[in-house]
């Protein structure tokens, strides 16, 4: 897309808007053109591009993790081999050292949760004007579209509907296992006993809502904040790269200063990405840990 033809406030608004599918308020069923048609779709429209290179990335991450088991030898190890059986010596150290339970499933979990994040926040690094652009010549080649209503974002974590659905799945296994292991005795329990206690049973039975008030908002944290500190931290870092994008087109002078911001910021958006991915699995290990302690 040819940042010449909009504004600065159009390329980032253009940049930040999903491929929205969903229903209409005159009933029909299409693709949103604009933001404003994306917003009169509703809760029930779906942000394809989000559900795309969400596949895509797990696809990626089932394909090579895949290849490595099969192609597994205790022969000379391929690099592939030597690369995935660092990632999981190095998730199963970090499941050892937080989950004191015994579950079978938590440590395939957080390879999940680590390597899909980290493959979906890798998307960030893709130059912003790349497949959105494409996106663009495929919808006018094919479906006569402008290129202008033709969105692509390519970081489902900027998504907060992706960082959110997977947090409340975490969130849902935290209260299976909760009620699983404790009991819904132990669990309502849990809700409504703690902190404050007392042997006389009229003050405690009116702690009972002050703790639950004080439990659930603790409770329901959990999932908020997993979702929200991937959301926030993604969603900046695609914002500052389509800032240093649009200094491209003020002149050589500043786009070179921006070529210099961009390779440092993409840099230092490694870490970024690493780090958001890694605590989204610690989190996950220690709130399923918290679901397995009895208190």
């Given at each position: 897309?040819s940042?010449?033809a909009?504004?600065?406030?159009?390329?980032?608004?253009?940049?930040l808007?999903?491929?929205?599918?969903?229903q209409?308020?005159?009933?029909?069923?299409?693709?949103?053109h604009t933001a404003?048609?994306a917003?009169?779709?509703g809760?029930?429209?779906i942000h394809?591009?989000?559900?795309?290179?969400?596949?895509?990335?797990?696809?990626?991450?089932l394909?090579?993790?895949r290849?490595?088991?099969k192609?597994?030898?205790a022969?000379?190890?391929?690099?592939?081999?030597?690369?995935?059986e660092?990632m999981?010596?190095?998730v199963?150290?970090s499941?050892?050292?937080?989950?004191?339970?015994?579950?079978?499933?938590?440590?395939?979990?957080?390879?999940?949760?680590?390597v899909w994040?980290?493959?979906m926040?890798?998307?960030?690094?893709?130059?912003?004007d790349?497949?959105p652009t494409?996106?663009g010549?495929?919808?006018?080649?094919f479906f006569?579209m402008d290129?202008?209503h033709?969105?692509m974002?390519?970081?489902?974590?900027?998504d907060?509907?992706a960082?959110?659905?997977m947090?409340?799945?975490?969130?849902?296994?935290?209260?299976?296992?909760?009620i699983?292991i404790?009991g819904i005795?132990g669990?309502t329990g849990?809700?409504?006993?703690m902190?404050f206690?007392?042997k006389?049973?009229?003050?405690?039975?009116?702690?009972?809502?002050?703790?639950?008030l004080?439990?659930?908002?603790?409770?329901i944290?959990k999932?908020?904040?997993l979702?929200l500190?991937?959301?926030g931290?993604?969603?900046?870092?695609?914002?500052?790269?389509?800032?240093?994008?649009i200094?491209f087109?003020t002149g050589?002078?500043?786009?070179?200063?921006?070529g210099v911001?961009?390779?440092?910021?993409a840099?230092f958006h490694?870490?970024?990405?690493t780090?958001?991915?890694?605590i989204f699995m610690?989190?996950?290990?220690?709130?399923?840990?918290m679901?397995?302690s009895?208190?």
């Amino acid at each position: 897309m040819s940042s010449e033809a909009i504004t600065s406030a159009d390329y980032i608004k253009h940049h930040l808007t999903n491929w929205t599918y969903g229903q209409f308020p005159d009933g029909h069923w299409g693709t949103a053109h604009t933001a404003a048609d994306a917003k009169a779709m509703g809760f029930m429209a779906i942000h394809v591009d989000t559900m795309l290179w969400s596949l895509v990335t797990g696809l990626v991450f089932l394909f090579f993790f895949r290849k490595a088991a099969k192609l597994a030898t205790a022969d000379v190890p391929s690099g592939l081999q030597n690369f995935v059986e660092m990632m999981i010596e190095f998730v199963d150290t970090s499941v050892r050292g937080s989950f004191t339970a015994k579950n079978n499933m938590v440590a395939p979990l957080a390879l999940t949760v680590f390597v899909w994040i980290f493959l979906m926040n890798l998307m960030d690094l893709v130059p912003v004007d790349w497949l959105p652009t494409v996106a663009g010549q495929i919808g006018h080649a094919f479906f006569g579209m402008d290129p202008h209503h033709v969105y692509m974002k390519v970081v489902p974590s900027t998504d907060p509907n992706a960082t959110i659905g997977m947090a409340f799945s975490v969130f849902f296994l935290v209260l299976y296992y909760s009620i699983k292991i404790k009991g819904i005795g132990g669990f309502t329990g849990e809700l409504t006993l703690m902190p404050f206690q007392s042997k006389n049973k009229v003050v405690q039975a009116f702690f009972i809502p002050v703790n639950f008030l004080l439990e659930f908002v603790s409770l329901i944290a959990k999932p908020i904040s997993l979702a929200l500190r991937l959301f926030g931290n993604m969603y900046a870092g695609e914002m500052i790269f389509i800032l240093i994008a649009i200094m491209f087109s003020t002149g050589w002078v500043m786009g070179t200063l921006g070529g210099v911001l961009q390779l440092g910021w993409a840099i230092f958006h490694i870490l970024i990405i690493t780090l958001q991915a890694f605590i989204f699995m610690t989190l996950t290990i220690v709130y399923l840990d918290m679901a397995h302690s009895e208190h």
